[in-house]
């Protein structure tokens, strides 16, 4: 039987997940930062924020970093497994088993928090409330390809390390 894979349009690998995680990430940097009617961030708390924005953003970054690199050839902008995909747990998924998720949400709570932005928090936990149900769909997907998963879900927290 001849399997003509379906246009992309149709999302059978995930790919409306990817078009909305783009233009998600492009609102939190890009998008309005406050409203005039929000306050304006104190200036004790702005220092403080300034500060721990930038660590966050910085160890988002390196784990995103870790994630992509350590993927290698099962490297996918989908969530749907590649063909010829093997079970990844070492390096930073030992950490969490979405090690680029955790690491792009940090990094959008920190770049919040840099740029001290009311509006850019609200996008970073829209980010993270899809990035949710994008893990928890792909994880179906890794379930029916991967026999070991179930084990390694009960092992390694999903987005938050330890907690999540």
């Not at 930062?33 to 929000?38: D, E, G, I, K, N």
């Not at 850019?120 to 991967?146: G, S």
Request: aromatic share 14%; charged share 15%; hydrophobic share 50%.
């Amino acid at each position: 039987m001849n399997h003509t894979p379906s246009p992309w349009w149709r999302g059978s690998r995930g790919e409306w997940y990817v078009v909305v995680q783009v233009a998600l990430i492009v609102l939190v940097f890009l998008g309005p930062r406050t409203l005039p009617t929000l306050p304006v961030w104190p200036a004790p708390l702005a220092r403080i924020s300034v500060v721990a924005g930038a660590v966050i953003a910085l160890a988002g970054f390196v784990l995103l970093l870790a994630g992509l690199f350590r993927l290698g050839p099962n490297l996918t902008p989908l969530p749907y497994p590649t063909a010829n995909a093997t079970l990844i747990q070492a390096g930073p998924f030992r950490l969490v088993r979405h090690p680029m998720y955790a690491g792009g949400i940090a990094l959008a709570y920190g770049w919040a928090f840099l740029v001290c932005g009311w509006l850019t928090l609200a996008y970073a936990t829209v980010l993270l409330l899809f990035l949710e149900v994008k893990a928890n769909r792909e994880e179906r997907w890794l379930t029916d390809r991967f026999p070991d998963y179930p084990a390694y879900q009960r092992r390694v927290r999903k987005l938050i390390p330890f907690i999540h």
